[in-house]
């Protein structure tokens, strides 16, 4: 027997036996990387005390520091009542027969998906932003607003982002890669704002657009094909205000949504060290409160990382019913 023949449904369901009747069942879930534990817990052990059961969430390595979506691959078949797998959807979802891992992480019921393109997209769902900030900055004014924001974004992206997704598609991997789509799409300037609170996009705008009048101009046909595709993957949900929950999810997460919030939360703090300042009655009340005010503050890197706000997210739904439908799977033989 080999070591993954221990690391399987039935395995796991034959050692709960082991355990008093009244004690929680244990099931095994893998995910990808140990930064996902968290992410997963979150959701899951809301279902614990329903079903008398404990999720014990681990990353699957085979006694190795390997991790990844590779390793999981490895227990598709293994997969049941008592282990499952959660995972990041990356181009999956769109692209549901696009390799054996794509065709198992949609069809598979002891396989949930992030929907998105990983854990990272839903942390950075706009709806939640601006409580990161308050929580960062203890300041509740309200700078900016997150959520036209990155419907802005979307929109600079979105035509360019099909056209790297058709590639992808077709298995090209040499004309308009993914990395080179990444390239273009991060926020490598210095972010600017209007008077009005807006970000200005202009440099990403005249480099996404570029890159289009380029792809259109030398491939005419895919030109042509692009609204055919398009209403193939229509089923996911993606719109040309959402493009940020599809793309690479470390690109937006660290190289859009944490540079805008650096610099709100920035803004947010100086100026409320401005009003201390202003209405401090002398040099060691000022001393103090600012004191104060700086050993209240926690880095927005950090909150981020930990940013479990986005239920409200459409996607959510979609991982809502994936769950549920294991749940019955699970208490019915």
Not at 119 to 140: D, F, M, P, R, W
Not at 185 to 192: D, G
Not at 248 to 268: E, F, P
């Amino acid at each position: 027997m080999s070591l993954i023949d221990y690391v399987s449904s039935d395995y796991q369901k034959a050692s709960n036996f082991l355990k008093s009747k009244s004690d929680p069942k244990t099931v095994l879930v893998y995910v990808e990387d140990f930064c996902d534990v968290s992410f997963w817990h979150n959701i899951l052990s809301y279902y614990e005390k329903r079903l008398n059961i404990k999720f014990e969430i681990k990353c699957y390595s085979n006694n190795t520091l390997n991790t990844g979506k590779s390793n999981l691959s490895n227990l598709t078949n293994q997969t049941g009542k008592f282990l499952l797998i959660c995972c990041d959807s990356d181009y999956h979802y769109f692209l549901p027969e696009y390799s054996d891992m794509a065709r198992a992480t949609n069809s598979n019921p002891y396989i949930f998906q992030t929907y998105a393109y990983s854990i990272e997209n839903l942390k950075c769902y706009t709806e939640s932003l601006h409580g990161v900030c308050v929580q960062a900055t203890n300041v509740s004014d309200r700078k900016i607003n997150f959520v036209e924001t990155l419907e802005k974004y979307s929109q600079i992206i979105y035509d360019l982002f099909i056209w790297n997704l058709y590639f992808y598609s077709q298995g090209d991997t040499q004309t308009f890669t993914i990395s080179n789509f990444c390239s273009l799409i991060k926020i490598t300037e210095i972010l600017e704002m209007n008077a009005n609170g807006d970000f200005l996009f202009e440099q990403l705008e005249n480099r996404v657009n570029e890159k289009l009048q380029n792809l259109q101009q030398n491939f005419p046909s895919i030109k042509v094909d692009i609204p055919n595709f398009v209403s193939k993957i229509n089923h996911v949900g993606l719109n040309n205000t959402n493009t940020y929950l599809f793309i690479k999810g470390h690109i937006i997460y660290d190289n859009v949504v944490l540079k805008l919030l650096n610099l709100v939360c920035k803004i947010l703090k100086t100026e409320h060290k401005n009003e201390i300042q202003k209405l401090a009655r002398n040099d060691t009340e000022l001393r103090d409160e600012l004191n104060k005010y700086n050993n209240s503050l926690i880095q927005v890197e950090k909150i981020l990382s930990v940013n479990n706000n986005f239920k409200n997210c459409f996607l959510f739904k979609k991982i809502e019913d994936d769950i549920n439908n294991y749940i019955s799977l699970y208490i019915n033989p």
